[in-house]
Each structure stands twice: as structure tokens, then as C-alpha cells.
T-cell receptor
């Protein structure tokens, strides 16, 4: 089946630094990718939807300048948490929609971010 | 409004018991997809099943079974003869006209 990878799986950084998380579709072309954030013991919160070659669409309440999303190719989307602060610590999950079959999303394994 | 409701926040059963996780959805779209995902303590989301709105057939996969009823807008998930390894948070998720709606999740605890 389709596989989506995320890198890194865990990251610890100092407050004020920026962190980049990569999401890759390994055996299919993902025309659309989604970024989620999950707080402890909570459901997933959709942050933004990105389409290859165009600007991401952010959900209400998500800061565009804080969470930069780039979907430069059909197999790669990146989420950069700029000037991270402890409140940005969370579990970030990406998903990708297969461009050939628009019906199914595949989820990455997630990235745990801890900002000290 | 589009919505997915998992009314059971937490369920705790003893191993080998059967357990049903409820999922009720709301949508005005005629075409939509319903999913169940499992999230074990390690955090990764594990795909369990996908159903489209035109396929109301129930499905059984080993100890897992799903009951999709459009009349009640429900897509319930049953685990038969539960095992400790089934302990996880289970999410019901709807993809309706490219709107992505997640349920709040049900934490399932299976006690040995």
C-alpha cells in the first residue's frame, strides 16, 4: 500500500529556533497534502491543506507566518515552525491524497516536537 | 453542518469481552467516505477501514467488524474477543466533499 514518511520523527529544539518537518509520499504522487496538529489526549486538528505548486490554505486560527508550508513537488511537503516556542510543542502529522485516486488519504507516522 | 461524533470518551473492558465503538456523522453530501483509524500509544495512525457512502455492506476483518447504517448516520466499530493489544485511541473520520472531519476519539482500555 501507499506509504507516507515524515522526518524527523522526534525533534527537540530551543525556543526561538525554526524547525522543518518533511512529509514525503513514497510510491505515489500526492497532489494534495494535509498538515495536522494533535495536542495530548485530543483529536487531530487540521492546520492547512497544501496543493502542489500553489499556496497552502490555512484553517482559521492557524498563523500562516508561524507555520510555513511548502509543497514544492508531488512527493514532498514541508512544514516549518518558525521561531518555535514551548506552546508549539505538539505532535504533527501529515497526510497525502493520491493524485490518481482522490478517494483515500494516507497518513505519515507523525513528528513529535518539543520546544524547550 | 458536517460533524463526526464519538460520544464515548473512554471505554474500559476486560480482555476477551466484545466492545463497540460508536460513530455518528452528519453531512449533506451524498458522496462521502468514512474511516476508522487506530492510534496506539506510540502515536502513529493505523488505517483500519474506509467506506464510501454508496457501500452499506457491513465488513468483517478478523476480530474487527463495522456496521454502516445510513438510516441512522452511524458507522460503528466492534472488536470481538478484545485483547490487550487493542488498547488505543480510535478515531472515526469523514472525508466529505474534501472537507475533513475527525471525531474526538474514543480511548479504549483493555484490561488483562
Amino acid at each position: 500500500g501507499a506509504v507516507v514518511s515524515q522526518h524527523p520523527s522526534r525533534v527537540i529544539c530551543k525556543s526561538g529556533t525554526s524547525v522543518k518537518i518533511e512529509c514525503r509520499s513514497l510510491d505515489f504522487q500526492a497532489t494534495t497534502m494535509f498538515w495536522y496538529r494533535q495536542f495530548p489526549k485530543k483529536s487531530l486538528m487540521l492546520m492547512a491543506t497544501s496543493n502542489e505548486g500553489s499556496k497552502a490554505t490555512y484553517e482559521q486560527g492557524v498563523e500562516k507566518d508561524k507555520f510555513l508550508i511548502n509543497h514544492a513537488s508531488l512527493t514532498l511537503s514541508t512544514l516549518t515552525v518558525t521561531s518555535a516556542h514551548p506552546e508549539d510543542s505538539s505532535f504533527y502529522i501529515c497526510s497525502a491524497r493520491d493524485g490518481d485516486s482522490q478517494e483515500t488519504q494516507y497518513f505519515g507516522p507523525g513528528t513529535r516536537l518539543l520546544v524547550l | 453542518a458536517q460533524k463526526v461524533t464519538q460520544a464515548q470518551t473512554e471505554i474500559s473492558v476486560v480482555e476477551k469481552e466484545d466492545v463497540t465503538l460508536d460513530c455518528v456523522y452528519e453531512t449533506r453530501d451524498t458522496t462521502y467516505y468514512l474511516f476508522w483509524y487506530k492510534q496506539p500509544p506510540s502515536g502513529e495512525l493505523v488505517f483500519l477501514i474506509r467506506r464510501n457512502s454508496f457501500d452499506e455492506q457491513n465488513e468483517i476483518s478478523g476480530r474487527y467488524s463495522w456496521n454502516f447504517q445510513k438510516s441512522t448516520s452511524s458507522f460503528n466499530f466492534t472488536i470481538t474477543a478484545s485483547q490487550v493489544v487493542d488498547s488505543a485511541v480510535y478515531f472515526c473520520f469523514m472525508d466529505s466533499n474534501y472537507q475533513l472531519i475527525w471525531g474526538a476519539g474514543t480511548k479504549l482500555i483493555i484490561k488483562p
